[in-house]
């Protein structure tokens, strides 16, 4: 099976832009999560859509936000790029039970001049 | 309460050598404690997971062990290889959330020299 496809791998914004970025699961997963990674804040989670449903949500602002397709597929979007967003995002998808292995993708490195 | 403790932040070990990762979680509500491993320009791929009903978990040079009272869990590396040097986070999750929510530690960057 292929593994999670992230796209694009890397990208360059200007702040007050918007962003968006497109993850891929593993076939047959229906639950995509994102986090964010930053050398100073570490990897941290933003949301979780299962079955086209956003069932957890992280501490981030409004500004970041998800959606899932029908298809498993899902988007996340930032508004108004600051430069504090500058981070890797990435994307991990699983079955959708609880304790099961959750699939990282590569990531989109994202930088905000 | 939510947070998941690492340490150390950085770790430099001799080839062959045991390096200890440590974990500290308060949330008793969480039921799944993954290890990631993560390269440079790759995203974290899972090692080994535990959960709370056991105390000790070996996957080839991988053991986990976890101490439920003490709300502890650590990553032993056995007969360690300059192929470990890697960011190594554990992390954390309930089926109260249906465990899509992954809560890690800040990660332990290790060195292993040959």
């Known amino acids: 099976k292929a593994g999670v496809t992230q796209t694009p791998r890397y990208l360059i914004k200007t702040r007050g832009q918007q962003v968006t970025l497109s993850c891929s699961p593993i076939s047959g997963h229906r639950s995509v999560s994102w986090y964010q990674q930053t050398p100073g804040q570490g990897l941290q989670f933003l949301f979780e859509y299962f079955s086209e449903t956003q069932r957890n949500k992280g501490n981030f602002p409004g500004r970041f936000s998800g959606r899932q397709f029908s298809n498993s597929r899902s988007e996340m979007n930032v508004s108004t790029l600051e430069l504090g967003d500058s981070a890797l995002y990435l994307c991990?998808?699983?079955?959708?039970?609880?304790?099961?292995?959750?699939?990282f993708g590569p990531g989109t490195r994202l930088l905000v001049l | 309460q939510q947070q998941v403790k690492q340490s150390p932040q950085s770790l430099i070990v001799q080839k062959g050598g045991i390096p200890i990762i440590n974990c500290a979680y308060e949330n008793t509500a969480f039921d799944y404690f993954p290890w990631y491993q993560q390269f440079p320009g790759k995203g974290p791929a899972l090692l080994i997971a535990?959960?709370?009903?056991?105390s000790e978990k070996k996957e080839g040079r991988f053991t986990i062990s976890f101490n439920k009272s003490a709300k502890q869990f650590s990553l032993h590396i056995m007969d360690s290889q300059p192929g470990d040097s890697a960011t190594y986070f554990c992390?954390?999750?309930?089926?109260?959330?249906?465990?899509?929510?992954?809560?890690f530690g800040q990660g332990t960057e290790l060195s292993v020299k040959p």
């Open positions: 991990a998808s699983k079955l959708g039970q609880p304790q099961e292995t959750q699939y």
């Open positions: 535990i959960r709370p009903d056991v």
């Open positions: 992390a954390a999750s309930g089926a109260y959330n249906q465990g899509g929510k992954l809560i």
